[in-house]
């Protein structure tokens, strides 16, 4: 995908999913009304499609000086509140500073192509796992929910996986018991 995209969110997600644009508005409202409960205010008819690969690569950079979630945080807020064009360099290089990054250091990244491979390989990784969509939520491996979901179904899914991934312990409680302090071994009477 490049980064001058002419269709709106409402053509593309038609088109990719075989929809009518009053389908894919509709689609798209529950979205919103999910983030406005949630304190999210996302303005999809003002929102900038284009391809994230630099912003992928920028969220990338920002790990390796310990601001990945600022500054993830902070491009999804200029996309979907904000409608800022995040596959402008200009514009991730400024929402980068607003971060803390250095801004020259930010646009030196960009106009390279310096965490590229890193951004692919978490491609690939998706791609093992069969993910198409976000959000993605893959919990030890296992387990996946798909798709902006309620509270209550999030809460449901992890108390079935927390339930399912208990420790069974197969011994007897008769064996010795070990922290730091040391051993005790219980009494047998």
């Known amino acids: 995908m490049g980064t001058e995209i002419k269709e709106n969110i ?6 990719k999913y075989g929809m009518s644009i009053a389908q894919a508005k509709a689609s798209t409202q529950n979205m919103v009304q999910m983030a406005k409960e949630s304190g999210l205010d996302y303005q999809m008819d003002t929102l900038i499609l284009t ?27 200029a996309y979907f509140t904000e409608s800022k064009h995040i596959g ?10 607003e971060v803390g990054l250095d801004r020259e250091a930010v646009e030196n990244m960009l106009t390279s192509d310096e965490m590229s491979d890193e951004v692919r390989a978490d491609e690939r990784t998706g791609q093992q796992y069969g993910i198409t969509g976000v959000p993605f939520f893959l919990i030890n491996k296992k387990y996946a929910i798909t798709g902006a979901q309620p509270t209550d179904v999030i809460v449901q899914s992890l ?12 011994n007897s409680d008769e064996g010795m018991i070990c922290d730091d302090d040391g051993c005790e071994i219980p009494n047998k009477d």
């Open 88 to 97: 402008d360099r200009e514009t991730l290089a400024e929402l980068g500073a």
């Open 10 to 15: 409402y053509e593309a997600l038609a088109k």
């Open 51 to 77: 391809n994230t690969f630099d912003a992928h690569r920028l969220t990338m950079f920002a790990k390796k000086h310990g601001l990945m979630a600022e500054m993830t945080e902070r491009i999804l807020r």
């Open 159 to 170: 108390k079935k996986i927390i339930a399912e991934n208990k420790i069974t312990v197969l």
